[in-house]
């Protein structure tokens, strides 16, 4: 079975500041990759997703993402964080192929800005 | 605009009772999924549904049940069996098949659960 890793539980950065979550997954092919949001109270929204082709993608909210075959990774970056960024953060990962549909998500993590 | 709908937004459950919790989605999906929330543990999968009148069991099924009777509803009956039912829930819908499975999943607001 698929599992997927965010080692970090909760962030904190200051305003203007850089971010990078991680995000590793066991799985023993390349499978479809997507980073979601969740602010309290809400469901989860879509921030990017990555198929196949550039490894780097952008997504919504300035975010953007580099897939790493070698590194089993999926880390999410954003150059400067905006106090409204404060949210939770999943990776998920889904089987290439797979007819179940299904995702697997990490637990999560939480990202505090400092204004 | 399309969406996922899920009511009520706050729900409480008295000992030895069932509650369902409503999922309605208009983008029409195939595949429409349950998902339990709790801090620290991330989404797990409660039931999902790939085509009208079909579903299975997700990672954590026992005590919860499931209908699909209509491709656009999808809803959760919270059993007396679930010892501990507080919790956060999260409908989703996507399309299905094979050859969509590269598409995302999208999420309702959820449905928030707790025992008086």
């Known amino acids: 079975a698929q599992s997927v890793t965010q080692p970090d539980i909760h962030i904190t950065v200051s305003e203007g500041a850089s971010l990078e979550l991680r995000c590793n997954y066991s799985y023993g092919a390349t499978p479809y990759l997507f980073w979601y949001v969740q602010s309290p109270g809400q469901g989860l929204q879509l921030l990017l997703k990555y198929f196949s082709g550039d490894t780097l993608v952008q997504g919504i909210k300035g975010f953007e993402a580099e897939f790493k075959r070698s590194q089993s990774s999926f880390n999410l970056r954003k150059p400067s964080v905006h106090w409204s960024d404060a949210a939770e953060y999943f990776c998920a990962v889904r089987d290439r192929g797979s007819t179940l549909g299904r995702l697997y998500f990490g637990r999560g993590t939480q990202l505090t800005v400092w204004p | 605009d399309g969406g996922i709908t899920q009511s009520p937004k706050y729900l409480f459950r008295k000992e030895g009772q069932n509650v369902t919790l409503s999922c309605e989605q208009n983008l029409n999906h195939d595949a429409m999924y349950w998902y339990r929330q709790d801090p620290g543990q991330g989404l797990r999968l409660i039931y999902y549904s790939q085509i009208v009148n079909d579903f299975q069991k997700g990672d954590i099924a026992e005590g919860y049940s499931v209908s699909r009777e209509k491709k656009e509803s999808f809803p959760l009956t919270v059993t007396s069996a679930q010892k501990n039912p507080t919790a956060f829930y999260l409908c989703?819908?996507?399309?299905?098949?094979?050859?969509?499975?590269?598409?995302?999943?999208?999420f309702g607001d959820g449905t928030r659960l707790s025992i008086l």
């Open positions: 989703a819908s996507s399309t299905g098949g094979e050859a969509y499975s590269n598409q995302p999943q999208h």
